[in-house]
């Protein structure tokens, strides 16, 4: 069973069978937004707007550690993150797609980790019975690798559905995750791109992070909305992300949904091991 995080409404489409919304508890406070359960050709997928159906959340202000928690409870092991980005890259366009290998992090006030020692918070309702829930319920502190911190099996199946529908796409880009909720300065993007980012975004971190802590597979499918600051020239505005979103919305659910058909059950590659030796 994969997850889908995302804007409301990538679920509403011909062929998508809803099977319930379900409200689920964590310790970590409310996730975003009911889990929507979806069936699509005998492959189950669950559903969830990372900032709340109608935008309430602002990306600093996420439970980002709720939501992943959330896909735990209902067994989902494979997420699939969509998000609007900035193009810095000079080879980018407006509307191009980018299948993020590598992420360079900037935010600074968000939970981080589920992780925290003698302050580690445990979910007594917890059904797995894993090393996620014997590092937790032991007050352990884990350093997890994030050398690659994207699932392999799971970026090739994106490039092989992009390649597909005929959309320009990149098959790798550096994602630098900013704080938010402000846009950025032409001066910080600059030096993103010094730093070698591709895009800009303010939600994959700590997604991406917590996911791997709890030995997810992740994938991370960007859409380029505008230019960053200072490369267009241009004052940018929410409208035009909101815009391109809404052209690019029918390819995306098509995205979506051939990813969740091809996806295989079993996967060869690492990211459920990256838990093995990380404990202290």
């Not at 359960?37 to 990372?50: E, S, T």
Request: charged share 25%; hydrophobic share 40%.
């Amino acid at each position: 069973m994969v997850g889908i995080l995302g804007g409301s409404g990538l679920y509403d489409i011909d062929g998508v069978q809803i099977i319930e919304e379900r409200e689920v508890r964590t310790p970590y406070g409310e996730p975003s937004d009911r889990f929507v359960i979806a069936d699509y050709k005998g492959k189950k997928a669950v559903f969830l707007p990372r900032h709340g159906k109608g935008h309430k959340f602002p990306p600093h202000l996420i439970n980002y550690r709720a939501n992943l928690w959330g896909f735990r409870k209902l067994g989902v092991k494979k997420i699939l993150s969509v998000s609007a980005v900035g193009g810095i890259n000079p080879l980018l366009r407006a509307g191009d797609f980018v299948i993020a290998d590598q992420f360079i992090d900037f935010t600074k006030v968000r939970p981080v980790t589920f992780y925290e020692g003698a302050y580690t918070i445990v979910d007594e309702d917890d059904p797995n019975d894993d090393l996620v829930k014997e590092y937790l319920s032991n007050d352990r502190v884990v350093h997890i690798d994030v050398t690659e911190p994207f699932c392999p099996v799971m970026r090739d199946l994106l490039k092989k559905v992009l390649s597909e529908t005929g959309e320009r796409f990149h098959g790798k880009g550096t994602y630098a995750a900013t704080e938010g909720p402000r846009l950025e300065t032409s001066a910080e993007i600059q030096a993103l791109s010094r730093l070698g980012a591709d895009i800009v975004g303010m939600t994959l971190v700590p997604e991406i992070v917590l996911a791997r802590e709890l030995s997810m597979h992740f994938a991370s499918l960007n859409v380029i909305t505008n230019l960053a600051a200072g490369i267009s020239g241009e004052r940018l505005t929410s409208d035009e992300v909101i815009q391109m979103m809404k052209e690019k919305n029918n390819i995306i659910r098509e995205i979506v949904l051939r990813f969740i058909e091809d996806l295989p059950e079993k996967f060869d590659c690492s990211c459920e091991d990256v838990l093995k030796g990380a404990a202290i």
